[in-house]
């Protein structure tokens, strides 16, 4: 089945950007929406941001509009966020997941395969 893997995680000042990295293996990522999810301490996992199968089309939760970044390159089956004037708040494991599906939205329960998570930490 379609595994996923997260990388780029680290350690960040505020201000600070970082890219995450989605690699997907076992399948093409062609027929499948992508989507960042991220959960902080304490607190349910929240929709970040996703992206169609074709990439024509993007969603942002209100709190990461502006700042971040998807993007995908489906010749090398990856998925990308680029987050930028990270704030301590960002703090949270991110996932990335896929949803065979033609859109894409932020809800969870739409998505059938996760990765492991990579740690984002914002902090001076």
């Known amino acids: 089945q379609l595994q996923l893997v997260e990388f780029g995680g680290g350690l960040v000042q505020p201000g600070g950007s970082l890219r995450l990295s989605c690699a997907a293996s076992?399948?093409?990522?062609?027929?499948?929406?992508i989507g960042w999810f991220r959960q902080a301490p304490g607190k349910e996992r929240e929709g970040a941001s996703c992206?169609?199968?074709?990439?024509?089309?993007?969603n942002y939760s209100d709190s990461v509009k502006g700042r971040f970044t998807i993007s995908r390159d489906n010749a090398k089956n990856m998925v990308y966020l680029q987050m930028n004037n990270l704030k301590p708040e960002d703090t949270a494991v991110y996932y990335c997941?896929?949803?065979?599906?033609?859109?894409?939205?932020?809800?969870?329960?739409?998505?059938?395969?996760w990765g492991q998570g990579t740690q984002v930490t914002v902090s001076s």
């Open positions: 997941a896929a949803d065979i599906s033609v859109g894409c939205d932020l809800d969870e329960n739409e998505y059938d395969y």
């Open positions: 992206i169609s199968s074709s990439g024509g089309i993007t």
């Open positions: 076992r399948f093409t990522l062609d027929y499948f929406a």
